[in-house]
């Protein structure tokens, strides 16, 4: 079999998945978790395969023409080259994983049917974004992941929480898809062709008219997708949903269709000196924010949800300095671990009933109920910090290797600026980033307090996926050097001076940060004995089901005692910790700027419709009713009436016309 027949098999196989399981949800439920399991696990050895036949040569090209439109045509074409096939890999091997855990994680919910199907339409489409060489088949791929984020984040759609969260996902990432399909079509009518090889080779010949235009306009809708400033707000409350979905969404498919998307078509955007540094911009807000931010959130799983905003700021970073091989690298590296760590993280809110890192410091003895958790969740927590030789470590550093490189001047399509903005940028989330890791870690498993619940060892297909995981957690940064000819070329090994820089960043970030916790834990053990006590109402809010997520997959919730929690974060935050907790208050500044504008726009609408167009248009069928009743009334039936009503007729018209005789004969 062909290395093409095998590609078009990896995205097929799902979506024939996802309709199956839709059909045979309800009749057959016994074939639900084998069409959710099997589909997914053969997409990824077949995406592995192909990944192994292309091997890191030339790309593999096909295409055939969709439709004729009269103009720019439309193809379903492949583009497979070393970026297409590493990432497809990672798509399959994580949508495998989320599959299988999910049969135990939600065993007892009655709508994993449905839930299992969307899971595998997401997959199928992702795989599409991925492989695709045309833009247009791409966008099919793009849109089609909106809307089963849409179904999946408010998976839970009986809570206000869920559906606010799942509206709030689709209307932000569409806000940006609007500027990004006007950006695609201005680059098919530059190019002549939505081929993703035409258009960098009209790139490469400078047929771009204006590339600045369209690069901001396609950059508008990769901040959507991939949750960078100031379109981020969406992903934090995507947490609604359950957590093999944001394990999903955040390690393999929609936020990582932005980044991907930039690596393809990279030409397109080092067109523009000034787009890029835009790029830089954002990608340093994203990072700086989005770890202040994590530093500063209880519950585990918004934590991660803000890292993941960080992390793709870093890959958004590494290409706003020309560098796509360290921008895929970082995502590649980013997919496992973060997979790992969302995973781990629903396996902690399964054994400790509860999402809320307060609740769980002031438990102990959970990292002993749940050993395998404990032990993967750390190396993937280390990988997140970039401590050597985890594989965060050497991704992050590539990135960082890219930015110096930059900020010395030694690009030629590259503005110095971008790269000393991203490296300054970089090195501070170095620092953060080690420090809300750390306090993850030491909240979640280095809890003082009532024993943690004991419900017996976790189920395999959750426990077994996190070893797996764990292990290109570990050893995928020993591929940064076979993997730079997989794309351009470039190196992606360490230096030392950005080896010293992060990594002393990232020392610092948990020393100081255990350092406050350990102070922290005196003054909340110094609290208990002098008798101060957390409210009982605020510590029973900690502990309950804070989404319906935790009330589905949970045990028997544990009471946890009314004690002050020791949260390094406060200290480390100070004054700013309030704000970091709200977002630094940005769905605020969005409600005020857009959401009431935009409702009062939309009653005055209903006003003017209502009380205007309304009146006018009942006022047209008032006038001839009147009328109609006013001449109904002379319908009497009556032959004498209306003789006489006929003779005074003409009585009036004979005199009204001898008058005006009389008039003109004086006149």
């Known amino acids: 079999m062909s290395t093409t027949t095998l590609a078009v098999l990896v995205p097929l196989l799902p979506f024939l998945g996802a309709v199956a399981g839709l059909l045979l949800g ?121 809307i089963c984020s ?158 993941t905003v960080g992390q793709l700021g870093y890959m958004t970073g590494a290409l706003a300095v020309g560098d796509r091989g360290a921008a895929v690298f970082h995502l590649l590296s980013h997919g496992a671990f973060k997979a790992l760590l969302f995973l781990g993280a629903g396996v902690i809110i399964h054994a400790a009933g509860t999402n809320s890192l ?7 003895g959970l990292a002993k109920r749940i050993p395998d958790a404990f032990w993967t969740m750390t190396v993937a927590l280390l990988a997140l910090a970039a401590i050597p030789p985890f594989a965060g470590f050497f991704s992050k550093e590539a990135v960082l290797v890219a930015a110096e490189h930059t900020a010395g001047g030694h690009s030629d399509l590259v503005p110095g600026a971008a790269g000393w903005i991203v490296l300054t940028a970089g090195l501070l989330t170095a620092l953060l980033t080690a420090a809300y890791a750390t306090r993850l870690w030491l909240m979640a498993f280095g809890g003082r307090g009532a024993a943690a619940p004991d419900h017996g060892r976790e189920p395999v297909a959750m426990t077994g996926v996190l070893w797996l995981l764990a292990v290109p957690s570990v050893a995928f940064g020993l591929a940064a050097g076979p993997l730079a000819d997989w794309f351009d070329g470039r190196e992606l090994t360490p230096s030392v001076t950005t080896s010293v820089l992060g990594t002393g960043a990232a020392l610092i970030g948990v020393v100081l940060t255990y350092a406050l916790w350990q102070r922290a834990t005196a003054r909340a053990a110094a609290g208990i004995r002098n008798g101060a006590a957390v409210p009982a109402s605020v510590a029973a809010a900690e502990s309950a089901a804070e989404t319906p997520e935790v009330a589905e997959v949970t045990h028997d919730h544990p009471a946890v005692p009314a004690a002050p929690a020791a949260d390094p974060g406060r200290a480390l935050l100070g004054p700013l910790h309030r704000h970091a907790a709200d977002g630094f208050h940005l769905d605020a500044v969005y ?57 005074a007729g003409a009585v009036v018209l004979a005199i009204a016309t001898a008058v005006l005789a009389n008039v003109n004969a004086g006149s």
């Open 26 to 146: 309800r009749s057959a439920p016994g074939f639900v978790r084998p069409l959710a399991v099997l589909p997914a696990l053969a997409a990824a050895v077949l995406a592995v395969l192909v990944a192994v036949r292309q091997g890191g040569g030339p790309a593999i090209d096909t295409a055939t023409e969709l439709t004729p439109t009269g103009s720019v045509p439309i193809e379903l074409s492949l583009h497979l080259d070393g970026f297409a096939v590493l990432v497809a890999a990672l798509v399959g091997v994580v949508a495998t994983c989320v599959q299988l855990y999910s049969t135990a994680y939600l065993r007892e919910d009655p709508r994993y049917p449905s839930y299992a199907a969307l899971v595998s339409l997401f997959t199928s489409a992702m795989l599409l974004v991925v492989y695709s060489g045309d833009l247009m088949v791409l966008l099919v791929g793009w849109e089609v992941m909106g």
């Open 150 to 307: 849409y179904f999946l984040v408010g998976h839970y759609w009986e809570t206000e929480a869920a559906r606010s969260a799942s509206l709030k996902a689709f209307l932000v990432t569409k806000l940006g898809d609007v500027p990004f399909l006007i950006g695609l079509f201005a680059l098919a009518a530059d190019a002549g062709s939505f081929r993703i090889t035409k258009i960098l080779g009209t790139v490469a010949a400078g047929g771009l008219d204006h590339p600045t235009l369209i690069a901001l306009l396609l950059l508008a809708g990769v901040a959507g997708k991939s949750a960078q400033f100031p379109l981020h707000t969406w992903l934090p409350d995507a947490m609604a949903g359950p957590t093999p979905v944001s394990a999903l969404i955040h390690a393999a498919t929609m936020v990582a269709a932005g980044v991907y998307f930039i690596a393809r078509l990279l030409p397109v955007f080092t067109a523009s000196r000034a787009a890029l540094v835009v790029m830089a911009v954002m990608a340093a807000v994203t990072m700086v924010g989005s770890a202040l931010a994590a530093l500063a959130q209880d519950d585990i799983k918004r934590v991660l949800a803000y890292s």
């Open 358 to 364: 307060a609740a769980m410091s002031r438990m102990d």
């Open 591 to 647: 409600d005020r700027l857009f959401v009431r504008p935009t409702r009062a726009a939309a009653g005055l609408v209903r006003f003017l419709d209502r009380e205007v167009v309304d009146t006018y248009v009942r006022g047209a069928g008032t006038g001839p009713r009147l009328l109609g009743s006013l001449v109904r009334r002379a319908q009497t039936g009556n032959v004498q009436s209306y003789l006489s009503a006929l003779l």
